[in-house]
């Protein structure tokens, strides 16, 4: 493999024309439908499959090697790309004006919410799930005063808000406030009922 690429890395115009393949293959994936990506997917497996079982202990061996070595150079390349990439955006960041800094942090909430607008409902329940499981295991972490310094944080982040709210927002706030309190209320009558009618049935 290694004696391959170094082959393609030094043949004149090998690069470019590999470079050009690519840009096709992800221009095709691009286009093609739900149906046509499972269907190139599972002739894949199926060579994969066949390909699996013609081969030798030996060449499966081989094979193994190989493929946890590309996959170690892979994670390798992907992790050094991922730090030029954070350094450069911290980069960009230290001389972007406030005006730049606006624009990015709305870019990025208008993000957000077209992905929760098209998320199903299964989704939604699961990123929630997952906040939550890593909210509670960084609580589990945190020091007191890390904790306290978070608290502190939290209270004058609402502070702002309400310093900055207008008379409809503040109304809408408290309106959701007391729905939600209304229907804590609800949920906890009908389990005190349902305990009590478990309890008259098997007493």
């Known amino acids: 493999n290694d004696a391959l690429f170094e082959i393609a890395r030094t043949t004149p115009g090998h690069t470019a024309r590999l470079s050009d393949m690519a840009q096709r293959g992800q221009e095709r994936r691009a286009e093609e439908t739900e149906e046509q990506r499972n269907r190139r ?23 193994t090697f190989w493929g946890e070595r ?58 929630l799930s997952d906040m939550a499981q890593r909210g509670q295991e960084r609580r589990a972490e945190e020091t007191e005063e890390q904790r306290n310094s978070r608290l502190a944080v939290m209270a004058q982040r609402s502070q702002q808000r309400r310093a900055e709210e207008t008379e409809e927002q503040r109304n809408s706030r408290l309106s959701a406030m007391l729905q939600h309190a209304r229907k804590r209320r609800l949920n906890v009558i009908e389990g005190q009922n349902h305990h009590q009618i478990q309890t008259f049935l098997y007493s």
């Open 41 to 63: 997917l599972a002739v894949k497996g199926q060579r994969s499959q066949h390909i699996r079982a013609e081969e030798t202990e030996e060449q499966r061996k081989d094979n």
């Open 70 to 127: 590309n996959v170690y150079k892979k994670r390798n390349y992907r992790d050094a790309a991922s730090r030029r990439e954070a350094l450069s955006k911290r980069e960009r960041r230290v001389v972007e004006t406030e005006e730049e800094r606006s624009r990015r942090l709305s870019t990025m909430a208008q993000r957000v919410q077209d992905r929760r607008v098209e998320e199903i409902e299964e989704q939604r329940n699961s990123r």
